[in-house]
């Protein structure tokens, strides 16, 4: 009778080394891909429900400038008030409002940080913070003629870094429009700078749009 072949222990080893180095290798890649394309998709939900929200109150309330206070209170107690109360957090989806950090979930009061890890101030969560009915985390930043929506996509939840899990959404009332825009950089330039190992991460979402909604090659993730 003719004898078997088998395996050695040695080529079994070999084999289990090489399958482990694959893996070492490719998981990686696979799951920051994931996390990517679960970022994408979060980010233009709220984009979108921030967008209609802007529309809406336009038709309902007017222009975002419309209501533009010129003082020296930043922001003025009314016009958050009135952010908050009729022109524009009625139209989100809101699960619930909360006041503080400890009560919005988060550590400390200055969980975020920049790209460069740097901590960095997020709007006073007593001005107006919310979780949206899908867990976005959203706060509220007013001033004259322009309000911020800083957006924490999956809350409290790590890594807590602009670029990463953490966007801004500008909102300003131009050309008879409330237009919407991913963060405070005008021209492309000014966004890839802001969204690099030396910028704060700012206008990551800006980059992210100027991109057709696909992270680069030269997006710092």
Not at 16 to 42: E, W
Not at 53 to 78: F, M, Q, R, V
Not at 121 to 138: E, K, W
């Amino acid at each position: 009778m003719k004898k078997m072949k088998s395996f050695t222990l040695a080529e079994v080893l070999i084999t289990l080394v090489i399958i482990g180095i694959i893996a070492a290798i490719t998981v990686p890649v696979v799951m920051s891909n994931v996390q990517k394309q679960d970022t994408i998709s979060k980010l233009k939900k709220v984009y979108a429900m921030v967008s209609q929200a802007a529309n809406l109150t336009k038709i309902d309330n007017g222009l975002l400038i419309d209501h533009y206070i010129d003082n020296d209170s930043t922001p003025t107690e009314e016009m958050l008030n009135y952010f908050k109360n009729t022109y524009f957090i009625p139209y989100l989806q809101i699960q619930k409002e909360c006041t503080g950090y400890a009560e919005c979930g988060y550590e400390k009061a200055l969980p975020w940080t920049t790209i460069s890890g740097e901590e960095y101030l997020f709007p006073d969560m007593n001005n107006g913070a919310y979780y949206l009915l899908d867990g976005t985390f959203v706060a509220l930043d007013v001033d004259f003629d322009w309000a911020d929506l800083y957006i924490d996509i999956n809350g409290p939840k790590k890594p807590n870094k602009y670029g990463r899990d953490v966007f801004v959404i500008e909102i300003k009332g131009q050309n008879n429009v409330n237009k919407v825009t991913g963060g405070w950089c005008s021209s492309a330039a000014s966004v890839n700078n802001d969204c690099s190992s030396t910028g704060r991460g700012l206008c990551c979402l800006q980059k992210l749009i100027n991109d057709n909604w696909e992270f680069k090659d030269d997006y710092l993730w």
